[in-house]
């Protein structure tokens, strides 16, 4: 969507609270599910053939476990098990390899993503793994705290047993002491995971802006091979060459096309916008293919989902959750960028964000996010 559009749009004004009773937030964690393009569940249970029993059998190898700490939302701040208020969640991509320990993963993807009170647009935001930020202490995994990236605020908070739960619990710590931002909910995202996700889908639909070529991964004999680690082979290979177009992408090149930031103009800027254009175009396969309505390609697309994610959902059932969802329309889906999608840099070759980055925290600590768009169309990432 560009900018034009968006003033062309009247502002979001959040309606009055309706007279009604409360109900559990489920609904809105469909949001997350449906952005991040894997738990992509019914919109509608009623026709589902088997429900609540189907869905707790095909969401039992996703993980649920705590990620906000103490950074989770409170009551004051308008948190608890009702659909009111606004949504603020944290998304985190992790690059885990079958060999590799928890306390070895970095989040190399942050994403902010928030839902206004009025339920009717999702906002993405990405913060650039290399910004310098304040780690505070965290006895869980005996890390003392201090300055690094905010990619490595997870790795420290894995330490010493601590585990993915605990890096997903400093960093977002880490964020709402940094942002103001306080969070309902988080999901951590094994991007190597979202292959069969994205297989399950038929593929993708990814439009390539500038050509680059893989610093990840090679071919020998039309195969895809990772270029270093565990699994790297002696065999030569041929590059892996992105080339500009809009196409029907695998799992394996979609991914790996959002992986990098090499080579591209503005870095790890536009591997952010890459990675937010992957799971918009995931959420709106699932939204067009049918995937949500029908039970065994939904029961399929779960148990793909299952290795690919682990969710913070709160205190409420993953199966009570499944069945009150709904989706956000993947065109509902707005991307945002900070520092106007270019490196700003500290000095010490960390990032830093400007006013403008700053000020669109607190629109979305405020809930007034539309209309800071509507005031600073530049945030709006292009699509293309």
Known sequence: MTATAYRQSPPVVPPAP??????????????????????????????????KMLISRTTATIEVKDLTGDAKKTVEEGGGATIEGPIDLLLMGVDKRASWEDDQLHAD??????IPASHDQ????????????????????????????????????????????GGAQLLAKTLKNMTGISFDGAAIINF?????????????????????????????????????????????SKPVVHKVGCRQMEGWEALDYARQRYGLKNGDYDRQRHQQQLLKSMAKKASDSGVMTNPLKLSSLMKSAGSAFTLDIGDIELADFALGLKDVAANDMVLLRTNSGTFSSNGSGREEFNEISLQMFQATKKDTLAQFVLDHPEVVANEK
């Open 18 to 51: 309706p007279e009604k009773p409360r109900r559990r937030r489920a609904p809105l964690w469909a949001r997350l599910s449906a952005t991040a393009g894997a738990v992509l569940l019914v919109a509608s249970v009623g026709g589902l053939v088997g429900g």
């Open 109 to 114: 993807t942050i994403i902010i993503l928030h």
């Open 122 to 165: 999702a906002y993405l935001i990405s913060v650039p793994r290399d910004t310098e930020v304040e780690v505070p202490a965290f006895p869980k995994s005996r890390y003392s705290g201090g300055k690094a990236k905010a990619t490595e605020a997870f790795f420290h908070g894995a330490q010493n047993g601590a585990g993915m739960a």
């Open 192 to 236: 190597n995971g979202f292959k069969g996700v994205i297989d399950e889908l038929g593929g993708v639909n990814m439009c390539v802006d500038q050509q680059v070529t893989s610093k990840h991964l090679g071919l020998i004999d039309g195969k895809p091979v990772y270029l270093t680690g565990p699994s790297a082979t002696n065999r030569p």
